[in-house]
């Protein structure tokens, strides 16, 4: 076997597709090793926590986590550098591969001193390492998370960045000798546009003892549950929102519903949240702070309904697939899904999955909740089928040979 290395531009624990990458390579007998960089003191230790456990390495590339005298200077000179970076690149001084992210040098360094067989790469830094590991011959895959040059707006992302990271894609895409995506819509997309061959579909499952079985009570109010790295406008907050306004309107019961919301969110955003709802519902609205992985399947398992609504708004939030929607489905969730081309390739392989509606159709959205107060029993009665559909199509454990394969031919095994 092989010695795979792993690079990504964060967290472990903010990286669960590099997590489970990392386990199904090493539960086939690889040496790897995982680089990332840290930037969050509380998130260090979850990820420290983490790779305790685990038959694979994990290596900080750079501690930019500001907790030392060392730490804050290289955290302060890593965003001066990515500052002046896309600042240049604004001006039309051409391109600077430190205007992708932080500590693009130290995690190429990282990858240098393992000297793997196999260089994996996330995210768009990696992209711009990729190029040069390619230029020079060696075996490059990639796990496409996201589709990187359009994954904000038209006008949210600089011209020149955009176009740079365009490029990259293409170069990058096309010369990895294994590529894996998060939906079959998401690889033919990127196969039309960069000409790669189509990549592995690997969704964004969790391993099933990660999913527990949903302990939904069969009175009280509904529960509704979403959750997201950051709590932010332009992520469905406000189809929900819209949805639970025109439900109170109509229905006199107090406290018919409830509403968590998963995620980092200061206090503004927590102001913002509780304006888009009638004031009388600030009971029914709770705030969890975002939560290490090992707390996160309990939490979303104590609900009735996960919230995947995803806006559509860019080719990216369209085609892929969230970490979210797979992982209420496993608990046995009933799901309220936005109609994008990834969501609905997966909510096709889960009968009885609950509901796809229009991006903007609250109205349709506050009908199926309205349906699910009035009749629990059929939401607690399609608990073990949802999960046992989710786990064949979409775990962790059911991806896994996907990877390995995907490897194999990569390393030029298969």
């Avoid at 690079?7 to 090493?26: F, K, M, W, Y």
């Avoid at 539960?27 to 790779?51: I, M, R, Y």
């Avoid at 109509?250 to 409830?258: G, I, L, S």
């Avoid at 969890?288 to 398992?301: H, T």
Wanted: net charge positive; hydrophobic share 50%; glycine share 6%.
């Amino acid at each position: 076997m092989a010695r795979v290395a792993i690079v990504t531009t964060g967290h472990l624990t903010t990286s669960p597709r590099v997590v489970r990458e990392a386990e199904a390579l090493a539960a086939a007998g690889h040496d790897v090793v995982v680089t990332g960089v840290w930037l969050d003191a509380q998130q260090a230790e979850w990820d420290v926590a983490l790779a305790a456990t685990k038959r694979w390495r994990f290596v900080p590339a750079a501690d930019l986590r500001g907790t030392t005298r060392r730490s804050k200077t290289a955290r302060l000179a890593a965003r001066a550098r990515t500052r002046v970076a896309r600042a240049r690149m604004s001006l039309g001084l051409g391109a600077d591969r430190h205007a992708l992210g932080y500590a693009v040098d130290a995690l190429e360094a990282a990858l240098r001193r393992e000297a793997p067989a196999l260089h994996v790469l996330h995210l768009e830094p990696a992209l711009a390492i990729g190029e040069r590991l390619i230029a020079h011959g060696a075996r490059v895959m990639v796990d496409i998370e996201d589709w990187y040059s359009r994954i904000t707006p038209e006008g949210a992302m600089p011209d020149a960045l955009r176009r740079e990271v365009d490029r990259l894609e293409r170069v990058v895409f096309r010369g990895a000798r294994g590529a894996t995506t998060t939906s079959h819509a998401m690889a033919e997309a990127l196969a039309r546009h960069t000409g790669m061959t189509p990549a592995a579909v690997v969704y964004n499952g969790v391993r099933a003892p990660d999913a527990p079985r949903s302990t939904m009570p069969a009175d009280g109010p509904l529960r509704l549950v979403w959750f997201s790295q950051t709590v932010a406008p332009g992520r469905g907050l406000e189809l929900i929102a819209a949805a639970l306004t025109s439900l109170d309107a109509r229905d006199a019961r107090d406290a018919a519903w409830t509403l968590t919301v998963i995620g980092a969110a200061d206090d503004a955003r927590r102001d913002w949240m509780r304006a888009l709802l009638p004031a009388c519902a600030a009971s029914q609205l709770t705030f969890v702070p975002k939560v290490s992985p090992d707390e996160l399947g309990p939490l979303v398992a104590a609900h009735h309904v996960g919230l995947a609504l995803e806006t559509g708004a860019t080719s990216n939030l369209e085609l892929t697939v969230s970490n979210k929607l797979c992982h209420y489905l496993q608990c046995g969730l009933v799901v309220a899904a936005t109609d994008t081309a990834g969501q609905r390739e997966v909510m096709a392989q889960v009968p009885h999955a609950g509901v796809v509606v229009g991006r903007n159709d609250a109205p349709a959205l506050a009908a199926a909740i309205t349906r699910w107060m009035n009749d629990r029993t059929a939401l607690l009665a399609g608990i073990d089928a949802r999960r046992a559909a989710a786990h064949a199509s979409l775990s962790a454990d059911a991806q896994a040979a996907r990877i390995v394969a995907t490897a194999a031919r990569a390393l030029g095994d298969g």
